[in-house]
Structures are given as C-alpha cells and as structure tokens.
C-alpha cells in the first residue's frame, strides 16, 4: 500500500498569511493527488483534484502542485473561514489512501 | 446537485454486523462508481471501498475480509455491511460519490461499537 505522509501537522497563522502544506507518497504517484477540506464535525470538500486543478466553485486562493512523490497545497491568503483539517489522498493505486491531515488556525 | 444520506443503527453491539444504507437524491445512482469512508473519533480518514452501479466492488483488503457494498437502482441506495464488529470500528462512516476523488459526500453517521 501507500503511505502519505502531511507536514506539518498542525500550524497557526494569522489572517491575511501564505499558508503552505506538504504531502509525500511513499511511491511514485503521478499526479493522482487530491486535497480535501475538513471543517469540525462536517464531511470532507474536495478542493484540489489532480494535484493542481481547482474543484468548480473552491477560491482561487487555494491552490495544489507537484508530482511524483512531493505535492504542496497552499492558501495564498488566509481567511478566518479556512479554519480546518486538509488531507491530501491519492488514488494512482488501490487502496485509495488519505495523509494523516493537517489542522490550520488563526494565530 | 447530488445529495447523498447515510441511515442505519447508532450502536452496534460487538461481533454484531454493521449495517448502513446511502440513499443518493438529486441524481441517478447509474453510470457511476459510490464509496464508502470512515473516519474514528478524533483521527483520519479510512477509504473502505466502493461499487460501481453495476454491482462491481473493490475494497480496502485491510477489511476486505468482513465488508460487503452492495447496490439497489431500484431504490437509488447503496449499503454497507461491517461484520464481526470491535470497538476499533467505532468512527463516523460517510458515504461519497467517486471512485479516485470524492466530490460529494453525505453528513456522516456515528456508528459506536458498544455492549
């Protein structure tokens, strides 16, 4: 199977900051990478799709790239409404599998 | 918009099997694949498999062995059969549209594994 590893695995940042995550897989995963959005007690939103596409509606200020095995997801500005857990999650192989999230607040 | 709502027991006793139904609204169950993903209390999120309208089904070998998803179009439902039950899968179970990335999912229900 592969593993996805996110750092870091929290952070705090204050309104208005660049915000950058990292992802790794344990293999070469192409650009089958995905980044979801997890706000408390909510389901997952997929934001990022194929590493760097943008899911229909999301705000241009979140943004993904990378492929292989190193991906970065970044929110240009943060805003009071990004507070919440963002997982990464890639499917080039069978079992799908999600990093270990990573929880964003307002310094 | 597709819509999609988990239904099924709250507690299920251990060595009990785990029942969940997704009903899909807004849309067809047809021509697409339907997932079902876990998450324990306060951790990360566990991809338990999915099938396609059709019937065909692949799921995470870590539960393969105690997993059934099965498929009613009729009904525009999918389910979800968790046997042999322990604590450990005590989590929120969601259902979700998608077979590589998820773009619509259910609430969520809490399934607890208790006696």
């Known amino acids: 199977d592969i593993q996805m590893t996110q750092s870091p695995s929290s952070l705090s940042a204050s309104v208005g900051d660049r915000v950058t995550i990292t992802c790794q897989a344990s293999?070469?995963?192409?650009?089958?990478l995905n980044w979801y959005q997890q706000k408390p007690g909510k389901a997952p939103k997929l934001l990022i799709y194929?590493?760097?596409n943008l899911e229909t509606g999301v705000p241009s200020r979140f943004s993904g790239s990378g492929s292989g095995t190193d991906f970065t997801f970044t929110i240009s500005s943060l805003q009071p409404e990004d507070i919440a857990t963002y997982y990464c999650?890639?499917?080039?192989?069978?079992?799908?599998?999600f990093g270990p999230g990573t929880k964003v607040d307002i310094k | 918009q597709v819509q999609l709502q988990e239904s099924g027991p709250g507690l299920v006793k251990p060595s009990e099997t785990l029942s969940l139904t997704c009903t899909v609204s807004?849309?067809?169950?047809?021509?697409?694949?339907w997932s079902w993903i876990r998450q324990p209390p306060g951790k990360g999120l566990e991809w338990i498999g999915y099938i396609y309208y059709s019937g065909s089904t692949n799921y995470n070998p870590s539960l393969k062995s105690r997993v059934t998803i099965s498929v009613d179009t009729s009904k525009n439902q999918f389910s979800l059969k968790l046997s042999s039950v322990t604590a450990a899968d005590t989590a929120v179970y969601y259902c979700a549209s998608g077979r590589d990335g998820y773009n619509h999912w259910g609430q969520g229900t809490l399934v607890t594994v208790s006696s």
């Open positions: 999650q890639q499917y080039d192989n069978l079992p799908p599998a």
């Open positions: 807004g849309g067809s169950i047809s021509s697409y694949y």
């Open positions: 293999q070469d995963i192409s650009n089958y």
């Open positions: 194929d590493a760097s």
